[in-house]
């Protein structure tokens, strides 16, 4: 299950993008899985502009849309202008075959950018519209509905406190907090989704906090299982 969540606060000025770290790798002959791995679904581009997350199949051609994505070639903050993302629409245009569309196999992307030093965020559907978001989500499975369910309830909470006067103006940190909350949720519901990523996009850089997440459930998950590894006999 992949589960990419993106959030951007009117009131706080910067975009938080949270990703687990679950990758299915698929045989490029058969199309049937090999296997799971821990790998990345966040990038920062090479000029540190934006940076993205990318939810559907990860495949050769994925591989290289991504590397095409982060070096430039494509212009995108003509893209996010114009609310339009012609060239991720023809990579799932190709995906979709000559007889029925295969949902699964469609790729969406979650962009944040900081042009002219403003922070934003952006849903980029796979047959190319862009639209400007306060939050979103993308993913396969129930991750993406277990996210909402969770920001739905926040929200409530949040409508209770300005009704009692309690309420607080949201600071970078709030942002993240909710984003690794709502992430992890969704991983509840899936054992074998493990590890987060995250990247943070400010008006002066986009900080990569891959590494400060790690994978410790991942961790502790094997340490645990070798404890069971069958002994052979002499």
């Not at 900081?114 to 047959?127: A, D, I, S, V, W």
């Not at 690794?180 to 509840?188: G, H, I, M, Y």
């Amino acid at each position: 299950m992949t589960t990419v969540f993106g959030i951007k606060h009117p009131k706080v000025e910067a975009t938080v993008l949270i990703a687990d770290r679950q990758v299915t790798s698929l045989n490029p002959q058969t199309g049937i899985p090999n296997g799971k791995f821990l790998g990345r679904k966040l990038w920062v581009s090479d000029d540190k502009n934006y940076c993205f997350g990318h939810s559907g199949v990860m495949d050769e051609k994925t591989g290289e849309f991504v590397q095409e994505l982060s070096s430039g070639k494509f212009n995108v903050e003509r893209i996010v202008k114009k609310g339009y993302f012609n060239e991720l629409r023809k990579l799932n245009i190709k995906r979709m075959g000559t007889k029925l569309p295969d949902l699964q196999k469609l790729s969406s992307i979650i962009l944040a950018t900081r042009f002219n030093n403003t922070p934003k965020l952006y849903t980029c559907f796979p047959l190319g519209r862009v639209e400007k978001r306060v939050w979103t989500c993308v993913g396969s499975g129930s991750g993406d509905k277990k996210v909402s369910e969770y920001i739905q309830a926040l929200q409530v909470y949040s409508e209770a406190k300005d009704y009692l006067g309690d309420s607080s103006n949201p600071e970078t940190e709030d942002l993240i907090r909710v984003g690794l909350e709502a992430v992890r949720r969704s991983q509840s519901q899936d054992l074998y989704s493990h590890g987060l990523d995250m990247m943070v996009c400010t008006p002066d850089e986009i900080r990569d906090h891959y590494k400060d997440l790690g994978d410790n459930f991942g961790k502790t998950l094997r340490n645990i299982q070798r404890q069971y590894k069958s002994h052979k006999t002499k």
